[in-house]
């Protein structure tokens, strides 16, 4: 874990370079700004993972001589199929089509949004699809 | 029906009645906790969580992307073989230039290379039984297919598809210069195209930093699932601006406000910054997997490790780098940029991109190569994108760009960078389809179809830096009666049909090899862990594991006596 949170850190300070130099020189903001904002992006998740990497022991995945045994046990339970994302997706697509076509269009494209927050959720919940 | 997963060590000992022949590699075998009942036909598609299948729909609908946006640009070389062109008119032209160049990068470049082959490789690549968030990837999708029917939708409401460029630079993107609802339905189609990026971006970078196998150390992991991971947060950094950016054009076109219009105190450079701050960093996006693909397939057919296996990694970290400062060399001629900061800049990196030109080149070095299909279609991907990326060396520097910008000779630049692309996809759809659907694709077809998309390439693109170099303005539907001029551009549209004959060939070939010559596990001999599993793979992608000490853990299982292969720390 920490040598991801040395690449992001890293090309955070990076950024950060590349932004002083470029908002002292060219004094134009909306490049500074979103460049500031880059560094942010990359510092934030980079100094978690540091955080996070100082307090846990050693991953499976990060030992060169890890053996397989070493991994072995409960990995992740994995949702082997839900409608809901389909749903969400649809939901969506009408809001969408409500910028396009008509505010109307969001009567179904929140109800859809709506169902499947709410379906996820309680799917997740319940530990898989019924 | 959710999948608990856990990894239980069976074979961990010597013993010579196993499947490795008692060679001592501890495997490892992976257990599904409950075998997989999911729905089936067409609910199974609605459904799935799979990465297989959610990247199997992506490949099957990017590629029908592709075909739609080269179908688009056969017209335009047909209006184009002409001076006086009558193919189709003023109006239409000015929408099957932006069509054309929307559905090629944002319905299919991107999410062929970081939603279709991504999605079903970088898991297999490391390990993991699935990408981390199953149900946000599947999202991911579905936001993708929605998009893209959004975008394609403007071609049937009334004012016709967006009109404007695929850039849609304001002021000529707002609501007096472009009414109607296919603008619309361009920024709508790119927000949820725009958000399904975002999601893989989360999906890839979680999958790679939490589910890796033991000992698949970052920098034992396939240099392809690298620039994954490097596209992923260069994702993570572009798309949202890009994002916001169509949010305040819309707000522009419907809500009052002038953030891009003169006229109530906006800036309409604002939105070439806040565009091209997500294209430049997007050229990346798209270049980063077919260079992990191509940097996959040269080690495997020139029987050698990757030469410079941690120099590729950090000219790859060096171009995300560098790829944030780049963004105004497509607005030196608005005479409002920095014009020394982003020159320095833009050649800087061409300097990481020559280290992997030098590392394909050493990877094949008195190599033994095996000229299959995939093999020509990375060579021809090399040259092309070499051609590509040297002539945008030139451009980094504002002189040359003064003179050439926005004539052909930024058309043919950026159409040899794609279509070294398309090259480089095919490669690998012709190295992981086996894989991927567990049968061989004609090796003698596929080579037909290589020359016939690698020439039509270079016919394609030459003349038109020729046409851009005596000054042809781009998106022109007629041009002036000039005879060189005319000859060229026949010449070009010549290269645009071998182009699509090239894609008919393909579509041939998958018809006639349907099912017909079974690949087996690893039909290459190939290195990383996906060709250690069965082809395709199953549910959650592996029955076992290898032992992983190096980058290559599948051939190091498959030749236990060849010489070890590690790098600094790791090397015991």
């Known amino acids: 874990m920490r040598i991801e949170a040395k690449i992001l850190i890293s090309l955070g300070l990076f950024f950060g370079l590349m932004c002083a130099v470029y908002w002292t020189w060219s004094l134009e903001n909306a490049g500074g700004v979103m460049m500031l904002f880059g560094m942010g992006l990359c510092l934030l998740p980079g100094s978690y993972y540091y955080w996070w990497s100082r307090r846990m022991g050693p991953r499976a995945e990060d030992d060169p001589n890890a053996t397989q045994e070493s991994g072995a046990g409960y990995i992740d339970a994995f949702p082997g199929s839900s409608i809901f994302p389909f749903i969400l997706g649809m939901g969506a697509f009408f809001v969408v089509m409500a910028m396009v076509f008509g505010s109307w269009m969001l009567i179904p494209g929140l109800a859809l949004v709506i169902w499947a927050a709410l379906g996820g959720i309680a799917e997740g919940r319940r530990g898989g699809a019924r | ?572």
């Open chain 2, 1 to 572: 029906m959710t999948t608990t997963i856990d990894r239980i060590t069976i074979d961990s000992h010597d013993h010579g009645d196993d499947h490795d022949g008692g060679r001592g590699h501890d495997e490892v075998h992976v257990h599904d906790h409950a075998e997989h009942h999911g729905p089936s036909g067409i609910l199974n598609w609605l459904t799935t969580t799979d990465h297989k299948i959610i990247g199997l729909s992506y490949t099957v609908t990017s590629v029908i992307m592709l075909i739609i946006g080269g179908a688009l640009a056969e017209v335009i070389r047909g209006q184009l073989a002409n001076p006086n062109g009558h193919l189709v008119t003023l109006a239409q032209y000015n929408e099957l230039f932006t069509m054309h160049g929307s559905i090629m990068i944002y319905l299919f470049a991107g999410p062929f290379a970081f939603g279709a082959l991504a999605n079903i490789i970088v898991p297999i690549q490391i390990g993991a039984p699935d990408m981390a968030f199953p149900r946000l990837n599947a999202l991911s999708y579905w936001l993708y297919l929605t998009g893209a029917i959004t975008m394609l939708l403007g071609f049937f409401v009334t004012g016709g598809a967006a009109n404007f460029g695929w850039v849609g630079y304001a002021p000529l993107s707002d609501a007096i210069y472009s009414p109607g609802a296919g603008a619309d339905l361009w920024i709508g189609g790119l927000m949820l195209t725009g958000f399904s990026a975002i999601f893989t971006g989360v999906n890839i970078c979680a999958t790679v930093f939490y589910l890796r196998a033991p000992g698949m150390t970052l920098f034992r992991m396939p240099i392809f699932t690298w620039n994954l991971l490097v596209v992923s947060i260069l994702i993570l950094l572009a798309f949202p601006v890009l994002t916001a950016g169509l949010i305040m054009l819309y707000a522009d076109r419907h809500l009052g406000t002038h953030i891009f219009t003169v006229v109530g105190g906006g800036s309409p450079v604002l939105w070439q910054h806040i565009f091209w701050f997500w294209g430049h960093p997007e050229v990346y996006i798209l270049a980063l997997p077919f260079f992990g693909m191509v940097t996959e397939i040269i080690p495997v057919f020139s029987r050698k490790p990757v030469f410079g296996y941690k120099g590729m990694i950090f000219a790859t970290l060096t171009i995300a780098a560098l790829s944030l400062g780049v963004w105004a060399h497509h607005m030196f001629t608005t005479g409002v940029v920095l014009l020394p900061f982003f020159s320095i800049m833009s050649l800087l990196i061409a300097v990481p991109t020559g280290i992997k030109i030098f590392n394909w080149i050493g990877s094949m070095w008195r190599g033994q190569i095996w000229f299959s299909a995939a093999m020509l279609f990375s060579i021809g991907f090399v040259i092309t994108f070499l051609i590509g990326g040297l002539t945008g060396v030139y451009l980094a520097s504002p002189p040359l760009d003064f003179f050439t910008h926005d004539t052909y000779f930024i058309v043919a630049h950026f159409h040899s960078v794609v279509m070294a692309l398309v090259i480089g996809g095919m490669a690998g759809l012709y190295f992981w389809g086996p894989k991927i659907t567990g049968y061989m694709l004609n090796e003698r077809i596929g080579k037909a179809q290589f020359w016939l998309l690698f020439i039509g390439t270079q016919v394609f693109t030459i003349p038109q830096y020729i046409l851009g170099l005596q000054g042809m303005p781009r998106r022109m539907a007629v041009y002036p009666n000039d005879p060189q001029w005319q000859n060229l551009n026949t010449l070009s549209s010549v290269g645009a049909i071998l182009i699509g004959i090239s894609t008919v060939v393909f579509v041939l070939n998958i018809v006639a090899s349907w099912k017909k010559h079974p690949a087996g596990d690893n039909p290459w001999d190939a290195h990383t862990l996906e060709w250690f599993t069965t082809s395709p793979p199953p549910h959650h992608n592996f029955f076992r594991l290898p032992k992983i000490r190096s980058e290559r853990p599948t051939w190091d299982h498959n030749h236990p006596d060849a010489k070890a292969l590690a790098h600094g720390k790791d090397a015991h």
